[in-house]
T-cell receptor, first 111, second 112 residues
Framework: RKEVEQDPGPFNVPEGATVAFNCTYS??????FFWYRQDCRKEPKLLMS???SGNEDGRFTAQLNRASQYISLLIRDSKLSDSATYLC????????????FGKGTRLHILP | DVKVTQSSRYLVKRTGEKVFLECVQD?????MFWYRQDPGLGLRLIYF???????EKGDIPEGYSVSREKKERFSLILESASTNQTSMYLC???????????FGEGSRLTVL
């Protein structure tokens, strides 16, 4: 099983709709989780951290399910500007600290 | 505002040439990383450094070396470029080893 897995998409979603994607991770020792956003031909940038209690930032909600080892990102009322690739990042902290990136999920918001 | 600066946005080199990619961060971060990103393969870690003059191999170090002589600067070196090293190269830094990563804008290298 890959360390971090994401559906590559693309997700083609009409403007205004709600879209959600998941990311699964294999190492139960993973301790911190993030969603990054990457626009075409640009560098990744942090979108939001994912906390155990779940967290919300405007139209974006991130959740963590440790029992099933996945994190999710929900985007409500999607905008054209939300079109991007969303990267799941899992950090394993321990003797060998490691930052593990998923390959990303492409999202296209359709007018 | 935090800043990670990569020296070249676009480079075209010939097979066998030596290539230097430089990265400078102004955040006094101890931890710096070099990744390459290819379609369908995602971000892959080449080398990283947790301190000056310290370097560790990542997942795909073959064909690459690095240098960290100063805290703010982390250089990636391709001793003899090959066509399979055509890629987008991304430098990143972070204060905590597993905290938020700050990326440079990337260097798109084409090896002919």
């Amino acid at each position: 099983r890959k360390e971090v897995e994401q559906d590559p998409g693309p997700f083609n979603v009409p403007e205004g709709a709600t879209v959600a994607f998941n990311c699964t991770y294999s190492n139960s020792a993973s301790q911190s989780f993030f969603w990054y956003r990457q626009d075409c031909r640009k560098e990744p940038k942090l979108l939001m951290s994912v906390y155990s209690s779940g967290n919300e930032d405007g139209r974006f909600t991130a959740q963590l399910n440790r029992a099933s080892q996945y994190i999710s990102l929900l985007i409500r009322d999607s905008k054209l500007s939300d079109s991007a690739t969303y990267l799941c990042v899992v950090n394993k902290i321990g003797r060998d600290d490691k930052i593990i990136f998923g390959k990303g999920t492409r999202l296209h918001i359709l007018p | 505002d935090v800043k990670v600066t990569q020296s070249s946005r676009y480079l075209v080199k010939r097979t066998g040439e030596k290539v230097f990619l430089e990265c400078v961060q102004d955040m006094d971060h101890e931890n710096m990383f070099w990744y390459r990103q290819d379609p369908g393969l995602g971000l892959r870690l080449i080398y990283f450094s947790y301190d000056v003059k310290m370097k560790e191999k990542g997942d795909i170090p073959e064909g690459y070396s690095v240098s960290r002589e100063k805290k703010e600067r982390f250089s990636l070196i391709l001793e003899s470029a090959s066509t399979n090293q055509t890629s987008m190269y991304l430098c990143a830094s972070t204060q905590a080893r597993t905290g938020e990563l700050f990326f440079g804008e990337g260097s798109r290298l084409t090896v002919l």
